[in-house]
């Protein structure tokens, strides 16, 4: 059975750091592009980051560009995001989603369909 699970998710005060990870069972990551999503409560899912499965090549959204790095743990079968400089309007349930396209792109990384999605974890940045 294949599975994404997200860990590393929890309050954090303002200005602090903390490393998700997107782990999967049954397939390797590594052949798969992998994007991270936050939504907030009222607010609509929006993408994060991106790594792509061809060349690991990175794209971030520009509400986070500086503060937080997307990257493949290959030894865990995992891919982690890496968020610094965490503030408040930064508070969401963080999901990852897996899909054989061999690129990343902002144009439709909000459309195109996934093969495999994480049910979530929660960051809460809070003083």
């Known amino acids: 059975q294949v599975q994404l699970v997200e860990s590393g998710g929890g309050l954090v005060r303002p200005g602090g750091s903390l490393r998700l990870s997107c782990t999967a069972s049954?397939?390797?990551?590594?052949?798969?592009?992998v994007v991270w999503f936050r939504q907030a409560p009222g607010k609509e899912r929006e993408g994060v980051s991106c790594?792509?499965?061809?060349?690991?090549?990175?794209i971030y959204a520009d509400s986070v560009e500086g503060r937080l790095t997307i990257s493949r743990d290959r030894a865990k079968n995992a891919v982690s995001l890496e968020m610094n400089s965490l503030q408040p309007e930064d508070t969401a349930v963080y999901s990852c989603?897996?899909?054989?396209?061999?690129?990343?792109?902002?144009?439709?990384?909000?459309?195109?369909?996934?093969?495999?999605w994480g049910q979530g974890t929660q960051v809460t940045v809070s003083s």
């Open positions: 989603a897996a899909h054989r396209y061999n690129y990343c792109s902002k144009l439709n990384w909000h459309s195109r369909p996934y093969d495999y």
């Open positions: 049954a397939i390797t990551l590594d052949y798969y592009s």
């Open positions: 790594i792509s499965a061809s060349a690991d090549e990175t």
